[in-house]
């Protein structure tokens, strides 16, 4: 996808484009069928009620849970927060929350507002070098010394280097220790199938944007006769966890999006798992260090993240960005540009951490940007290698 100013747009993981067919129905339910879904005085409810309603179907079908489970939400952060905070607010000691490094900063910050105000204790995972969990790790801990755990964090698939994590195997794990389970699928959900009643999921984060809906959107699924607190109150909506007047055009954008990926993610993510490995080929042949991270087995077909080492990234970036969209990563809060906390836990070196580039494709992406988009980033290379 080329933007207005022609920059070619690779950072799926940050946010992806609006589907147009989704766009059509946001936009209906913006103009047309603007009513509030919980206006019951007259019919212009009917017809938001009908589309929340029908969302629930929808995102249902798309991960294998019943529509009475699912909470929407502004997004993901939002879901989690509600998840973790809902779940734990309700204990009356502190909670023991065993948590993967590797997790997005809404599960991290989450867990350590938490421990900061003494309501939980952390127990980190281990990781490896492709930031998968240490499976024996994980049951060592669900058994051992965090036995009676409150929760487990692990996500579905992680949005810097694209790792698929085992979630039934760690979702059987949790179920045998009783530990619920929170499971952040943001980067998942749409790309790969995940089944909701079958992995003994507790909780499972949704986020619009970035399975081509609009931001602002996103679900959390929450397992039937689970109890949370609400983070939210006021006018009772959502059996009372979640109060605010429905976004119904968002969830109405959501509805389409989930339909279409459980109609097309097959045939897509096939596309673009070839379209990453041509560019990852197009790169490995002009630039002989280059590393790829993450596991190359078990990979989001979208995310190609690669190092090279002794470049740093902001060299590249630099040089690239007037034509490229690309990501470095890293966490920038308050102007403080942060080494990435994924690749850290991964234990990588410094110089890999440094010469880090995730680069994210999606269902628009053509072969002709791919080219293109190698050919910039090597040119980019060798720039910088002339004045080393
Ligand atoms: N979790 C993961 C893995 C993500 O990639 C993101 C988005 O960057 C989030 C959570 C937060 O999602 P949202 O932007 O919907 O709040």
Redesign the pocket.
């Known amino acids: 996808m080329t933007t207005q100013e022609n920059i070619i747009y690779l950072d799926y ?2 946010t992806t484009p609006v589907d147009s067919r989704v766009a059509e129905k946001v936009m209906y339910y913006m103009t047309t069928a603007f009513d509030n879904a919980n206006s019951v005085d007259h019919g212009y409810g009917n017809q938001a009620a009908q589309a929340v309603k029908q969302a629930r179907q929808k995102i249902a079908e798309l991960i294998n849970t019943s529509p009475k489970e699912i909470i929407f939400t502004s ?4 879901s ?1 927060n509600l998840a973790i905070q809902g779940h734990i607010n309700q204990q009356n000691t502190p909670a023991t929350i065993i948590v993967s490094p590797v997790e ?1 900063k ?1 599960v991290l910050d989450t867990c350590q507002a938490l421990a900061k105000k003494r309501l939980a204790k952390i127990i980190w995972l281990n990781v490896n070098q492709q930031a998968q969990i240490d499976l024996e790790h994980l049951e060592k801990v669900c058994s051992g010394g965090a036995s009676g755990a409150s929760l487990l964090c692990v ?1 579905a698939a992680n ?1 810097e280097v694209g790792t698929i994590y085992p979630v039934q195997k760690i979702g059987a794990i949790a179920q045998k220790y009783n530990i619920p389970f929170l499971c ?1 699928a ?2 998942a959900v749409g790309k790969i199938p995940i089944n909701f009643q079958e992995w003994s999921i507790t909780y499972l ?1 949704i ?1 619009g ?2 399975l081509y809906a609009p931001k602002g959107v ?1 679900a959390l699924v929450v397992k039937k006769g689970d109890y949370l607190e609400p983070l939210i109150y006021g006018g009772g909506h959502q059996e009372g966890l979640r109060s605010g007047t429905l976004n119904v055009p968002g969830i109405a954008g959501l509805r389409e999006a989930c339909q279409l990926r459980r109609l097309e993610m097959e045939v897509d993510e096939t596309a673009i798992a070839l379209l990453r490995d041509q560019l990852q080929s197009l790169l490995q042949a002009e630039i002989p260090n280059l590393l790829v991270n993450g596991d190359l087995n078990n990979r989001l077909s979208g995310n190609l993240h690669i190092s090279i080492p002794d470049i740093p990234n902001s060299a590249i970036i630099a040089r690239v960005r007037h034509q490229l969209a690309i990501s470095t990563g890293a966490a920038c809060s308050s102007g403080i540009v942060a080494p990435s906390h994924v690749l850290q836990a991964m234990n990588l070196g410094e110089n890999i951490i440094e010469g880090a580039l995730r680069i994210g494709l999606g269902k628009f992406t053509t072969k002709e940007e791919i080219e293109k988009a190698s050919s910039v980033i090597v040119s980019a290379v060798n720039e910088i290698h002339q004045l080393l």
Request: charged fraction near 15%; charge should be negative.
């Open positions: 993981h940050s997004g993901a952060t939002e989690i997005h809404a996500m949005n952040d943001s980067q984060a986020s944007h970035k996103g």
